[in-house]
């Protein structure tokens, strides 16, 4: 199935990236360029590298220069995240080329690859959460709570997995269809965002 393959690669790059515990790691990407996998890697890496940029912001005694400086790495890694999504949609708009969409297909409210985005999220939270239920330093409260969570968190990973299984099933079958739509963020754009391109009057 497709999400298995998803979800052991996520677990790869989340595995991978922790044997540095480091943001400016360089990712060595063990899947062929041009295929899914590579993409599959690619996107959880972005996800983990920016999760763990999210925690370093957060330090209330951050240098607010410093603060600033990964604001806006994050910022930049939406928009990378965000073009590999849209990759991963074109992998999959090629693979259903040939499917002749039914008379009552209907349309998904998401794509296959932005359900995958949130397989690729979910990922990391089911590690982190691992991490803490099994925390040393933790007190008892604390890991039973986390446990909990976690397991809430493999059962939502088995339902999203299921229904995208369920999702590519329909598109095969011409079931429903997919479309692709760029994402067109502004915030990025300094001919969209007002407080750029009102820098230039």
Excluded at 78 to 92: A, C, H, K, L, W
């Amino acid at each position: 199935m497709f999400t298995t393959l998803c979800n052991d690669i996520f677990r790869q790059a989340i595995e991978d990236y922790h044997r540095y515990d480091d943001v400016d790691a360089p990712v060595v990407n063990p899947y062929e360029a041009g295929t899914v996998e590579h993409l599959l890697y690619r996107k959880n890496w972005i996800d983990t590298v920016q999760w763990h940029l999210e925690d370093i912001v957060r330090d209330p005694e951050i240098d607010p220069v410093a603060a600033l400086a990964i604001k806006r790495r994050i910022d930049a890694s939406n928009q990378e995240r965000t073009d590999v999504v849209e990759y991963i949609d074109s992998y999959f708009l090629d693979r259903y080329k040939a499917v002749r969409p039914l008379a009552e297909a209907r349309i998904n409210t998401e794509t296959p690859a932005w359900a995958v985005d949130r397989l690729s999220i979910l990922a990391l939270k089911i590690y982190h959460m691992q991490q803490e239920a099994e925390r040393p330093d933790g007190t008892d409260a604390h890991r039973a709570a986390c446990r909990a969570k976690w397991e809430v968190l493999l059962t939502q990973r088995a339902d999203l997995s299921q229904a995208i299984e369920e999702l590519l099933d329909d598109i095969e079958a011409g079931r429903k269809y997919m479309k692709l739509y760029k994402q067109m963020k502004m915030y990025n754009d300094p001919a969209l965002n007002p407080v750029l391109y009102g820098r230039s009057k």
